[in-house]
């Protein structure tokens, strides 16, 4: 459960699971997806797609409700949270923290968190999320005309 990631080993290494076999699902915020902050998102999450993982978007509520996590569990065994969004700076510059957490109580209520998600959320598919990225294209050629009108 993501805001936002765009690192690109890191959707690598998850798309090369995915194509292995290896059940990889992500849910990412609904305002990351439509107009996301990270200039590769789009990309990468096609890639995700593309190989085999399950990606869904999901709006945590009205207004400027979002979601926010950056809740990983991995192998159902160990837990992974921080303040860390998976993006090259998040991964690279920023000054953040993750904990690696492997009780298994806090393992199991962060599965069940994250089901109620995946419940709540919409499944992406490819052409979705070509789509977003044809959007977000048309976006930037109209801003960049506006700009040169003036």
């Known amino acids: 459960a993501l805001y ?12 090369l699971k ?37 990606v869904y978007r999901l709006r945590a509520g ?5 979601l926010h996590h950056k809740l990983w569990v991995v192998d159902g065994e160990t837990l992974i949270s921080g303040s860390v969004n998976p993006t ?5 510059c920023n000054e953040e923290h993750l904990l690696e957490i492997r009780h298994i109580g806090a393992v199991s209520d962060a599965l069940a968190h994250m ?9 992406m598919t490819s052409a979705y999320v070509s789509e977003q990225i044809l959007s977000r ?14």
């Open 18 to 54: 995915a194509r292995d076999g290896v059940q990889v699902r992500l849910v990412l915020d609904e305002s990351q997806v439509r107009k996301p902050s990270c200039s590769m998102q789009l990309q990468r999450m096609l890639e995700l797609i593309e190989w085999g993982a399950s």
């Open 137 to 150: 294209d048309d976006r930037r050629r109209s801003a960049s005309a506006s700009a040169r009108r003036r």
């Open 115 to 123: 089901e109620g998600l995946f419940e709540r959320a919409t499944l």
């Open 62 to 66: 009205p207004g400027f409700a979002i």
């Open 88 to 92: 090259h700076h998040g991964l690279t």
């Open 4 to 15: 936002c990631v765009d690192d690109p080993e890191l959707v690598r290494a998850l798309s």
